[in-house]
């Protein structure tokens, strides 16, 4: 025999949160209906004896009290208070306000005791205030309603509420006007006093400093040092150009500067140049004495001492224009200078002169130039002590202004009164509000249903049954092979379902009309064909059918699965292992005087082939009853001889099919299942434990357990469980 271990789930995975909730109060809707109708009863008695409740209301536009009008005294009024809605509400939801407006009313209202701490808690609970808003906007408008039994009632704690806002409102307006002004009246002297000092302090500040606007005065310097830079700059440049150049006409003079001043001079100098012009006539006529005489002739002498005459006279005049001692010659070649000479020199003296005036300039520019450096390193000083005294004269000023503008506002405000605050929508008579019995009555339906869903949950976490085929699935880790449907009188003849499961015997229809329900044979062909995908790896020729408990309908399958396999050309053998309490033949309407337990005490040969009489079967079924109640059967199916008849069997039959007694409680099945190929064991749904399921199958483990199948399943999951069972 073929022997397989299959691995047992000891709890079942959970099925998706929502859908195992369903399933839970679809099966449990009777505790939900129940605890939905109960809920409604008491909500609808609770309803009936309430008392009706009235509600009146009426809105405020609304200023606070110590906020006055936008404008300067808004900083004085009241500096320690914080503006906001919030907290003027809590003002008027306050005891002291409560409790003047419940003395108004005391006298036609007695329960509206003021001195009453709970009589005042209840007067505010019963006073809602909250702020309007518009659009998502909050506005100054507030909504006032009082709720009480009496419709009169309401409008009038309204009205006298209204009077005790407005009075309160204009008094703490009256108060805060009048601390407001007290206080800017003795604020003036002083903030008067510290401008005169800052205006003091900042007037010593110039007239020790020479300065009216230190800014702007550092201003100019600075623009008038950036001027003297950029003028150093340009004479620089003229520097440089007048050095080249003078370096140029000094190498084409080729005299020192002294020297070419000195020529210019005698350039210039008319008496030098008439002297030189004499000394000139002087030498044309000795050159021309001296074609005819020699120097130390008598005739050549005179020529000779006027020249030496006009020579000395040239000295002379030399040395008035500043020549010093040259020698008359030297003299000579000096003041008889060509027109580019002259020219030259000319050049060469001017540009001497200009570079000398352009040094001189920007020596003066320098000199400028640290004078104002000196001066601008004193203003960051100045400057900084000018912008400390500057502030403190603006904000004194400053403080001064808002000090009069509002010592102004206040006394207009105080000679005006205050604003009072304005009624939007008077307090009518109370409209009913209670008790609404639809809201009641939706309230216990959905506490109802949470109770009931509730109590459905419980009821179910202590209910270990297999509800459905999934759990059933769960189970264990061997395939679920099949799902039978429910049987159903109404579904089989076309009539409102009656459902049979868990029904006595007696009470089913005939298996003939069972085997012939197109349901349940779709369903056990499915059966067979997953038998049939385990068979081609397996070789399953006998299969053992048993259950957890009694009345699981194994012995129905059994039939419909020898019914299925027979319609697909196969021979099979039924074979009632109940030796105990045996049912097949009941099933079939077949005697059963001779049957398996006979033909296990018996010594005579198996016979190869099992001759069955019955009409409702086909021809290829054969069906071997249990036969007479034995002593023991135990000892009996756990015989060699039993092993022998299964093997004979299996032979000569394609399938052999035994209906075997329950797992549990006695040892039969598993001395069947020892004799045969495989194991099928049947769970009812609604009916098998998932302990006892577990139980089951520990005692079939160590069998060839090949799969298991949900019996009694819903018809409205059951077809489509049968697209999953192979799965």
Same mark, same amino acid.
């Given at each position: 025999?073929?022997?397989?271990?299959?691995?047992?789930?000891?709890?079942?995975?959970?099925?998706?949160?929502?859908?195992?909730?369903?399933?839970?109060?679809?099966?449990?809707?009777?505790?939900?209906?129940?605890?939905?109708?109960?809920?409604?009863?008491?909500?609808?008695?609770?309803?009936?004896?309430?008392?009706?409740?009235?509600?009146?209301?009426?809105?405020?536009?609304?200023?606070?009290?110590?906020?006055?009008?936008?404008?300067?005294?808004?900083?004085?009024?009241?500096?320690?208070?914080?503006?906001?809605?919030?907290?003027?509400?809590?003002?008027?939801?306050?005891?002291?306000?409560?409790?003047?407006?419940?003395?108004?009313?005391?006298?036609?209202?007695?329960?509206?005791?003021?001195?009453?701490?709970?009589?005042?808690?209840?007067?505010?609970?019963?006073?809602? *205030?909250?702020?309007?808003?518009?659009?998502?906007?909050?506005?100054?408008?507030?909504?006032?309603?009082?709720?009480?039994?009496?419709?009169?009632?309401?409008?009038?704690?309204?009205?006298?509420?209204?009077?005790?806002? =407005?009075?309160?409102?204009?008094?703490?307006?009256?108060?805060?006007?009048? =601390?407001?002004?007290?206080?800017?009246?003795?604020?003036?002297?002083?903030?008067?006093?510290?401008?005169?000092?800052?205006?003091?302090?900042?007037?010593?500040?110039?007239?020790?400093?020479?300065?009216?606007?230190?800014?702007?005065?550092?201003?100019?310097?600075?623009?008038?040092?950036?001027?003297?830079?950029?003028?150093?700059?340009?004479?620089?440049?003229?520097?440089?150009?007048?050095?080249?150049?003078?370096?140029?006409?000094?190498?084409?003079?080729?005299?020192?500067?002294?020297?070419?001043?000195?020529?210019?001079?005698?350039? =210039?100098?008319?008496?030098?140049?008439?002297?030189?012009?004499?000394?000139?006539?002087?030498?044309?006529?000795?050159?021309?004495?001296?074609?005819?005489?020699?120097?130390?002739?008598?005739?050549?002498?005179?020529?000779?001492?006027?020249?030496?005459?006009?020579?000395?006279?040239?000295?002379?005049?030399?040395?008035?224009?500043?020549?010093?001692?040259?020698?008359?010659?030297?003299?000579?070649?000096?003041?008889?200078?060509?027109?580019?000479?002259?020219?030259?020199?000319?050049?060469?003296?001017?540009?001497?002169?200009?570079?000398?005036?352009?040094?001189?300039?920007?020596?003066?520019?320098?000199?400028?130039?640290?004078?104002?450096?000196?001066?601008?390193?004193?203003?960051?000083?100045?400057?900084?002590?000018?912008?400390?005294?500057?502030?403190?004269?603006?904000?004194?000023?400053?403080?001064?202004?808002?000090?009069?503008?509002?010592?102004?506002?206040?006394?207009?405000?105080?000679?005006?009164?205050?604003?009072?605050?304005?009624?939007?929508?008077?307090?009518?008579?109370?409209?009913?509000?209670?008790?609404?019995?639809?809201?009641?009555?939706?309230?216990?339906?959905?506490?109802?249903?949470?109770?009931?869903?509730?109590?459905?949950?419980?009821?179910?976490?202590?209910?270990?049954?297999?509800?459905?085929?999934?759990?059933?699935?769960?189970?264990?880790?061997?395939?679920?092979?099949?799902?039978?449907?429910?049987?159903?009188?109404?579904?089989?003849?076309?009539?409102?379902?009656?459902?049979?499961?868990?029904?006595?015997?007696?009470?089913?229809?005939?298996?003939?009309?069972?085997?012939?329900?197109?349901?349940?044979?779709?369903?056990?062909?499915?059966?067979?064909?997953?038998?049939?995908?385990?068979?081609?790896?397996?070789?399953?020729?006998? *299969?053992?059918?048993?259950?957890?408990?009694?009345?699981?309908?194994?012995?129905?399958?059994?039939?419909?699965?020898?019914?299925?396999?027979?319609?697909?050309?196969?021979?099979?053998?039924?074979?009632?292992?109940?030796?105990?309490?045996?049912?097949?033949?009941?099933?079939?309407?077949?005697?059963?005087? =001779?049957?398996?337990?006979?033909?296990?005490?018996?010594?005579?040969?198996?016979?190869?082939? *099992?001759?069955?009489?019955?009409?409702?079967?086909?021809?290829?079924?054969?069906?071997?009853?249990?036969?007479?109640?034995?002593?023991?059967?135990?000892?009996?199916?756990?015989?060699?001889?039993?092993?022998?008849?299964?093997?004979?069997?299996?032979?000569?039959?394609?399938?052999?099919?035994?209906?075997?007694?329950?797992?549990?409680?006695?040892?039969?099945?598993?001395?069947?299942?020892?004799?045969?190929?495989?194991?099928?064991?049947?769970?009812?749904?609604?009916?098998?434990?998932?302990?006892?399921?577990?139980?089951?199958?520990?005692?079939?483990?160590?069998?060839?357990?090949?799969?298991?199948?949900?019996?009694?399943?819903?018809?409205?999951?059951?077809?489509?469980?049968?697209?999953?069972?192979?799965?």
């Amino acid at each position: 025999m073929i022997a397989a271990q299959p691995t047992l789930n000891s709890t079942p995975a959970a099925e998706s949160g929502y859908g195992q909730l369903f399933a839970v109060l679809q099966r449990r809707y009777l505790w939900v209906l129940a605890a939905g109708a109960v809920s409604v009863a008491i909500a609808f008695a609770y309803t009936l004896r309430q008392e009706p409740t009235y509600i009146s209301g009426m809105q405020f536009l609304v200023e606070p009290n110590y906020q006055g009008k936008k404008g300067a005294s808004d900083a004085f009024t009241d500096a320690t208070v914080e503006v906001d809605y919030a907290t003027q509400i809590s003002l008027m939801q306050s005891s002291n306000l409560l409790k003047k407006a419940m003395a108004l009313l005391q006298t036609e209202y007695p329960e509206l005791d003021p001195d009453d701490p709970g009589s005042v808690n209840d007067f505010r609970g019963a006073l809602t *205030i909250v702020q309007v808003a518009s659009k998502k906007v909050e506005t100054k408008i507030f909504s006032i309603t009082y709720t009480s039994n009496d419709p009169i009632k309401t409008q009038k704690v309204l009205k006298a509420v209204q009077q005790v806002y =407005q009075d309160y409102n204009l008094q703490q307006q009256q108060d805060r006007l009048t =601390q407001g002004l007290s206080f800017v009246d003795k604020q003036l002297p002083q903030v008067e006093g510290k401008v005169k000092n800052a205006e003091a302090a900042l007037e010593q500040f110039r007239q020790d400093q020479s300065l009216i606007e230190p800014s702007t005065e550092a201003a100019a310097k600075t623009e008038m040092l950036n001027k003297l830079l950029s003028d150093q700059q340009e004479t620089l440049v003229q520097i440089r150009e007048l050095q080249t150049r003078y370096g140029d006409l000094q190498q084409k003079v080729n005299l020192s500067p002294q020297q070419a001043v000195f020529a210019a001079r005698l350039n =210039q100098s008319g008496r030098y140049q008439a002297v030189l012009n004499e000394i000139q006539k002087t030498e044309l006529a000795i050159e021309q004495q001296r074609i005819r005489f020699k120097d130390n002739t008598l005739n050549m002498q005179p020529l000779l001492d006027q020249r030496q005459r006009q020579l000395k006279q040239l000295q002379l005049e030399a040395s008035r224009l500043g020549g010093g001692s040259s020698s008359g010659e030297r003299l000579l070649s000096t003041g008889q200078l060509g027109g580019l000479d002259q020219t030259l020199i000319a050049q060469f003296v001017e540009v001497q002169g200009n570079l000398r005036t352009a040094q001189a300039r920007y020596l003066s520019l320098l000199s400028s130039e640290q004078r104002i450096r000196a001066d601008l390193q004193r203003f960051p000083q100045l400057l900084a002590r000018y912008e400390r005294l500057k502030p403190d004269i603006e904000s004194n000023r400053d403080t001064l202004k808002q000090l009069l503008k509002a010592q102004q506002d206040l006394g207009l405000e105080l000679a005006r009164g205050g604003f009072a605050w304005q009624v939007v929508e008077e307090a009518q008579i109370g409209a009913k509000t209670g008790p609404d019995l639809r809201k009641n009555l939706m309230l216990g339906v959905i506490v109802g249903i949470l109770l009931g869903g509730g109590a459905a949950v419980a009821r179910e976490a202590i209910d270990d049954s297999v509800h459905s085929s999934d759990e059933l699935k769960q189970q264990t880790a061997v395939p679920l092979l099949g799902v039978i449907p429910e049987l159903s009188l109404g579904a089989m003849s076309g009539k409102p379902s009656l459902r049979l499961s868990g029904q006595s015997q007696a009470l089913l229809p005939p298996i003939a009309q069972i085997t012939k329900w197109k349901p349940f044979r779709e369903s056990l062909d499915l059966l067979y064909q997953n038998l049939q995908l385990i068979n081609a790896t397996a070789e399953l020729h006998s *299969i053992v059918i048993t259950s957890t408990l009694a009345g699981e309908g194994k012995s129905t399958l059994a039939v419909g699965l020898a019914i299925s396999a027979a319609r697909l050309h196969q021979r099979v053998l039924l074979i009632d292992a109940d030796l105990r309490r045996p049912n097949l033949h009941k099933l079939l309407n077949l005697p059963n005087e =001779q049957g398996l337990s006979t033909l296990l005490v018996s010594q005579s040969p198996i016979p190869q082939q *099992i001759e069955t009489q019955d009409a409702n079967l086909r021809g290829n079924i054969s069906v071997l009853t249990a036969g007479p109640t034995p002593a023991d059967p135990a000892k009996l199916l756990s015989s060699q001889r039993m092993k022998e008849i299964i093997a004979t069997f299996e032979k000569t039959y394609d399938l052999v099919i035994v209906d075997a007694p329950p797992a549990l409680g006695m040892v039969d099945a598993v001395l069947t299942a020892s004799c045969c190929s495989g194991v099928l064991l049947v769970g009812r749904i609604n009916q098998v434990t998932r302990p006892k399921l577990t139980q089951a199958i520990e005692m079939l483990s160590q069998l060839n357990l090949v799969g298991v199948v949900a019996n009694g399943v819903s018809s409205s999951t059951a077809r489509e469980t049968y697209y999953s069972a192979q799965d």
